[in-house]
């Protein structure tokens, strides 16, 4: 018995537990207000290693450039269509919401500070003034985290910029070593997830009823429209436009990775099916070899759209109107986030407190999608390769005719 419930996955336990919690918030009522903090005593033991970890990967994807990095047309090419696509996924993200308005009306996301959600609309000098930390650790103690991205960055250029040699190897490796101790920190957060979970889940279903599952619903309504809207505005159209194929053959030949990226909510188990993809498509494998492993660990245009909807929820709920500039700062923030590279456990979810940090949401909002993120992260992963493939498919194209024209 106890070895069949060791073989359950993370996920599945953080699924029961938001399932458990409702249950139990819908029996008990009210009384469940109780637990609630053990729900936010989990949300702050995962923000312990939010701040450190994104410097570190930061400064530690910059600083290992020199380390076999491949210059040309195809590395150069292939990060371009990855930004560029992972900031059209954050202004979808924005439109969805803004469409669907899933938050308004919403009550259950407790307090908020007055001036929060409008902290972001700022002036070009204000804004320009934001970007650099008075000191080293005050943005890591603060949780200031458009400067702590902006000190990942000096961090790694210095790192790049240093001589090859043991100095430069020992920095890098102690990076390393840093990293695998925050993940570390993480993995235990997500050990004692399915207790947050179902305290929090109890807590707010226990207050709020039925209101939770009409706005959960709601809310991936949001999700399905914006990352539907990416493959089609984005990926099928780049098929259609650039590499001149029919967009419906190539979701139709996409169909059996989805199903693997549905199933295993992991970009990388679906790198094998990508490339069989990319092959019918006439490839080149020095190209695919390059682009799709790449893509699986740093495309996250689902995760652009993920991060946007979390946001734009929170603020429909306390009934805010967020300006054109805080939404465009929340399109190159969601960007740049997303774009921070692989390797965090929890993947969007914990960018997703990053972001909700920055912009003054609170904490409850991410219990609230915790509790079906299962599902969201394995639409986030479909979206996410198909925008692998498309991406691959078109700079091999424009590899192609590149060559001719030479």
């Known amino acids: 018995m106890m070895e069949r419930l060791r073989r359950i996955s993370t996920t599945m336990w953080i699924f029961i537990g938001m399932l458990l919690g409702v249950i139990v918030g819908f029996?008990?009522?009210?009384?469940?207000?109780?637990?609630?903090?053990?729900?936010?005593?989990?949300?702050?033991?995962?923000?312990?290693?939010?701040?450190?970890?994104?410097?570190?990967?930061?400064?530690?994807?910059?600083?290992?450039?020199?380390?076999?990095?491949?210059?040309?047309?195809?590395?150069?090419?292939?990060?371009?269509?990855?930004?560029?696509?992972?900031?059209?996924?954050?202004?979808?993200?924005?439109?969805?919401?803004?469409?669907?308005?899933?938050?308004?009306?919403?009550?259950?996301?407790?307090?908020?500070?007055?001036?929060?959600?409008?902290?972001?609309?700022?002036?070009?000098?204000?804004?320009?003034?934001?970007?650099?930390?008075?000191?080293?650790?005050?943005?890591?103690?603060?949780?200031?985290?458009?400067?702590?991205?902006?000190?990942?960055?000096?961090?790694?250029?210095?790192?790049?910029?240093?001589?090859?040699?043991?100095?430069?190897?020992?920095?890098?490796?102690?990076?390393?070593?840093?990293?695998?101790?925050?993940?570390?920190?993480?993995?235990?957060?997500?050990?004692?997830?399915?207790?947050?979970?179902?305290?929090?889940?109890?807590?707010?279903?226990?207050?709020?009823?039925?209101?939770?599952?009409?706005?959960?619903?709601?809310?991936?309504?949001?999700?399905?429209?914006?990352?539907?809207?990416?493959?089609v505005l984005v990926y099928c159209m780049i098929m259609l436009l650039v590499v001149k194929k029919n967009p419906i053959i190539f979701l139709k030949n996409m169909i059996p990775n989805v199903i693997v990226a549905l199933t295993t909510s992991s970009s990388i188990l679906c790198v094998p099916n990508n490339l069989k993809v990319c092959k019918q498509y006439d490839v080149d494998e020095e190209i695919s070899n390059f682009t799709i492993p790449l893509g699986s660990v740093f495309n996250l245009d689902g995760a652009a759209v993920f991060f946007p909807c979390v946001i734009l929820f929170a603020a429909q709920a306390f009934g805010k109107d967020l300006g054109f500039g805080t939404l465009l700062y929340m399109a190159v923030m969601g960007t740049v986030v997303a774009s921070s590279g692989g390797g965090i456990v929890g993947g969007s979810l914990v960018k997703a407190m990053v972001l909700c940090d920055m912009f003054g949401v609170p904490s409850t909002v991410i219990t609230l999608i915790t509790s079906i993120y299962v599902i969201l992260d394995a639409l986030i992963t479909a979206t996410n390769i198909s925008g692998d493939v498309a991406g691959t498919i078109m700079i091999s194209e424009l590899n192609k005719k590149r060559k001719v024209k030479s």
């Open 27 to 231: 029996i008990v009522g009210s009384p469940m207000a109780n637990v609630a903090f053990v729900g936010t005593m989990w949300i702050k033991m995962m923000k312990i290693a939010l701040a450190p970890i994104v410097l570190v990967m930061i400064s530690k994807s910059i600083g290992e450039q020199n380390n076999g990095r491949k210059i040309g047309f195809v590395a150069v090419s292939i990060m371009i269509y990855y930004v560029c696509t992972t900031f059209l996924a954050s202004l979808i993200g924005i439109g969805a919401a803004s469409i669907t308005k899933a938050g308004v009306g919403f009550k259950g996301l407790g307090d908020v500070e007055e001036a929060a959600l409008e902290a972001t609309d700022m002036s070009i000098e204000s804004f320009g003034l934001s970007l650099m930390p008075d000191n080293l650790l005050k943005p890591l103690v603060e949780m200031t985290m458009l400067q702590v991205l902006v000190l990942g960055v000096i961090i790694g250029s210095a790192i790049l910029l240093m001589p090859q040699g043991d100095q430069k190897k020992s920095i890098l490796k102690g990076l390393d070593a840093l990293q695998a101790l925050l993940n570390g920190i993480l993995n235990i957060g997500m050990k004692f997830a399915p207790i947050g979970i179902f305290c929090s889940m109890s807590a707010l279903i226990g207050a709020h009823g039925g209101e939770i599952i009409g706005s959960l619903a709601g809310f991936l309504g949001t999700m399905l429209l914006g990352l539907v809207g990416q493959t």
